[in-house]
């Protein structure tokens, strides 16, 4: 695939991105096309290497390795290199509904299993991708494809997040008739209301939606499914329904260190659902958000949640930002027991860490250990302090030794490196413990021992006849691509349940 010696010729190229302090004064989207030859050169590096573990999907030391929605790589890296954009299309949608947004908030699992990837920098899979999708639609290739039939079946999907969109997708297009339910008011799940702006701008989000409705879907928003309408009720109206609720309960790691209850303290996804909501409303004029606007604001959790509430805090304009994460900081290059094809455990500078790292001169202040940048590795807070009515003034914290396991604790603390931070801001990015109960608890859904609706990878049953359950709901917090992929698949099996066979991939 691609040029023989495409790989030897042409190093890897991404999308140029608008520097750090320019891109702050707005909330849009900061990579700029490529052209066409630089696109075609990045297909050419696609090596014909025999065995593509690009597109493989498995799960290796707990991490993805390829990509979980299969896509056909090496093949549409292969039609760009010779020009074919509308077949590199054609082939990029029989495997993902969504690409404009995988190719924009996929951490690119791909990428870490390139084979070219073993010892030179790997193709940009993810800027190929993106790049097929956006040109699909520029040139009007991406058009409505209602089916021909209807089967006379009506399924609900419960959530409009990428599971249950991609469920509903796959669904209508064997004709059955779909209502997705979204308690928000617009459609999209985390995609709407997850993902700040200028990662994913919300037009492209609507955009698939409007797509979607003119193929035949439904949509209902504000309407939360076991409060507003019971989930027995839901039940009688439809001949199946699938759980893509998502993973919506929050860790609290916290809930017992002293201050935890003082104001200023926030989950990450209040902060960014409300941003995204008041931005779309009235481009923040309504006030209806958490500002960050001169500010001393502490994140703890990295990760994508963790690294989006640096980017909109710096847009708000806090004073000041720092990102505690308890684990130790990542090696530049893969460690010994991080082999190809797993996914590379390696330190990366994200969006929001460039963003810090140009606003903000770390080096002058004395708590830091990392030099520009805004991470603090291997600390622990242990108190959030009050300025006596209520309200957070800083952050006590102690510096861990992994290499000294304690009590059943996987670290230690440091004797005497105690330190205290000024915070008016605390943003909690630990991530999701599971979906929450109430229509598990009116249908009698049986849980995991993580409080996930059970069902089995690859069937998607769940113990009540006619109901499934795909995505983070069944899996736990994962990728956007885990989630069409088992939306997908559960619109295969759920079809097979309602036909007898099923003829969806």
Not at 291 to 298: C, R
Not at 316 to 335: D, M, T
Request: proline share 7%.
């Amino acid at each position: 695939m691609g040029k023989p010696t495409g790989f030897k010729e042409f190093p890897r190229q991404t999308a140029h991105e608008r520097g750090p302090l320019v891109r702050l004064s707005d909330w849009n989207e900061f990579a700029e096309p490529m052209s066409e030859d630089d696109l075609q050169h990045q297909g050419a590096r696609c090596m014909d290497c025999g065995i593509p573990f690009c597109h493989t999907g498995d799960i290796l030391a707990g991490a993805a390795a390829g990509c979980p929605v299969h896509n056909l790589i090496p093949e549409w890296n292969d039609l760009i290199y010779h020009g074919a954009w509308q077949e590199a299309l054609d082939r990029l949608h029989k495997t993902n509904n969504f690409p404009e947004f995988t190719g924009r908030v996929c951490p690119a699992p791909c990428e870490g299993s390139c084979t070219l990837g073993i010892n030179e920098p790997a193709v940009a899979i993810k800027t190929i991708e993106r790049a097929i999708i956006d040109r699909g639609w520029e040139e009007g290739w991406v058009v409505p494809n209602p089916p021909t039939e209807r089967t006379g079946k009506k399924v609900a999907i419960v959530g409009s997040g990428p599971a249950g969109l991609a469920a509903a997708a796959q669904l209508n297009s064997a004709g059955h008739e779909c209502t997705v339910y979204e308690r928000a008011d617009r459609i999209g799940g985390l995609l709407m209301y997850g993902i700040p702006n200028m990662k994913l701008e919300k037009h492209l989000v609507e955009r698939r939606i409007t797509l979607l409705e003119e193929e035949g879907v439904k949509f209902v928003v504000n309407t939360e499914i076991g409060k507003d309408i019971s989930a027995n009720e839901l039940m009688d109206q439809f001949d199946a329904v699938i759980m893509a609720t998502g993973a919506t309960v929050p860790n609290d790691f916290f809930a017992k260190t002293p201050g935890r209850d003082l104001n200023g303290i926030h989950f990450a996804m209040e902060f960014l659902h409300a941003n995204t909501k008041s931005l779309l409303d009235s481009e923040h004029k309504d006030g209806n958000y958490i500002s960050a606007k001169d500010k001393h604001v502490i994140v703890i959790g990295g990760g994508d949640t963790g690294n989006d509430c640096l980017g909109t805090s710096l847009r708000h304009g806090c004073k000041s930002l720092i990102n505690f994460e308890i684990v130790p900081q990542p090696p530049a290059e893969r460690a010994a027991n991080n082999p190809w094809p797993q996914w590379p455990r390696i330190f990366r500078v994200d969006y929001g860490h460039a963003e810090a790292a140009a606003k903000f001169d770390y080096t002058t202040d004395s708590n830091k250990t990392l030099p520009n940048d805004p991470r603090e590795f291997c600390i622990q807070t242990t108190e959030f302090i009050g300025d006596g009515k209520g309200n957070l003034k800083a952050i006590r914290t102690t510096d861990v030794d992994w290499s000294k396991p304690n009590n059943g604790a996987p670290f230690t603390p440091v004797p005497g490196s105690e330190r205290e931070w000024p915070a008016d801001l605390c943003f909690l990015a630990l991530g999701f413990r599971g979906p929450e109960q109430i229509i598990a608890e009116q249908l009698g859904l049986e849980t995991d021992p993580r409080s996930n609706f059970k069902a089995d990878y690859g069937k998607y049953a769940t113990n009540i006849e006619g109901v499934f359950a795909a995505g983070d709901c069944r899996r736990g917090q994962s990728l956007i691509v885990w989630a069409i992929n088992e939306g997908r698949e559960a619109a295969r099996e759920c079809d097979r349940y309602l036909m007898g066979v099923s003829q969806l991939p």
